[in-house]
């Protein structure tokens, strides 16, 4: 099974500042890495699919990068509404469909 | 626009079974695999297992297996998830989620379910 391990496990940060939170597959997995949010007591949304695409509706603040083993997901420009916790969840080799445990942000 | 709508809350004893269903709306049933993701109290997903709507074939995660049971109804365009021998590692919230299959991605969730077990 691949496993994917995200950094930091949780971070702070003011309005405005560029954050970045980076995926690791326990093996290459090409580009089939997907990114969510999810917010207290709601379901998870998809935010970027296959790295890089962003999903119908989500603002261009957020993107994704990288393939192999080694992604990232950047919000350009924090803004109130991006707290929550991020789970990026692999899709190359399955099952099982692996997320990583998630990373929570929160907003300073 | 499409829909994904579970059932309600659960609470069931220790041994006992509990049955979520996920009801889809807004696409055709047939065209996206559902899958059953699970989170406990404060920690983070985990997939459990997907039905393809089309003849009702299951995957199951291993860890799952034997325990779980995925069936569907197209007359309605709902699927069923049903867990057995509960202990209280089970409680959680369940979530049906869809993809396309092949390498996709997760793009709508229903609402999710909670289950508490406890004597």
């Known amino acids: 099974d691949i496993q994917m391990t995200q950094s930091p496990s949780s971070l702070s940060a003011s309005i405005g500042d560029r954050v970045t939170i980076t995926c690791r597959a326990s093996?290459?997995?090409?580009?089939?890495l997907n990114w969510y949010q999810q917010k207290p007591g709601k379901a998870p949304k998809l935010l970027i699919f296959a790295a890089s695409n962003l999903h119908t509706g989500v603002p261009p603040r957020f993107s994704g990068s990288g393939s192999g083993t080694d992604f990232t997901l950047t919000i350009s420009s924090l803004q109130p509404e991006d707290f929550g916790t991020y789970y990026c969840q692999q899709s190359y080799s399955t099952p099982p469909y692996t997320f990583g445990q998630g990373t929570k942000l929160e907003i300073k | 626009q499409v829909q994904l709508v579970q059932s309600g809350a659960e609470v069931k004893k220790p041994g006992a079974s509990v049955k979520v269903s996920c009801k889809a709306s807004?696409?055709?049933?047939?065209?996206?695999?559902i899958h059953w993701v699970r989170q406990a109290p404060g920690q983070g997903l985990e997939w459990m297992g997907l039905?393809?709507?089309?003849?009702?074939?299951?995957t199951y995660a291993q860890k799952f297996q034997g325990r779980v049971t995925m069936t569907r109804a197209t007359s309605t365009s709902t699927v069923y998830m049903e867990l057995s021998s509960l202990t209280s590692d089970d409680t959680a919230v369940y979530f049906c989620?869809?993809?396309?299959?092949?390498?996709?991605?997760?793009?709508?969730w229903g609402q999710g379910t909670l289950v508490t077990v406890s004597s």
């Open positions: 093996q290459t997995m090409n580009i089939n």
């Open positions: 989620t869809r993809d396309l299959g092949g390498g996709s991605y997760f793009d709508y």
């Open positions: 807004g696409y055709t049933f047939t065209n996206y695999y």
């Open positions: 039905i393809d709507p089309v003849d009702g074939r299951t």
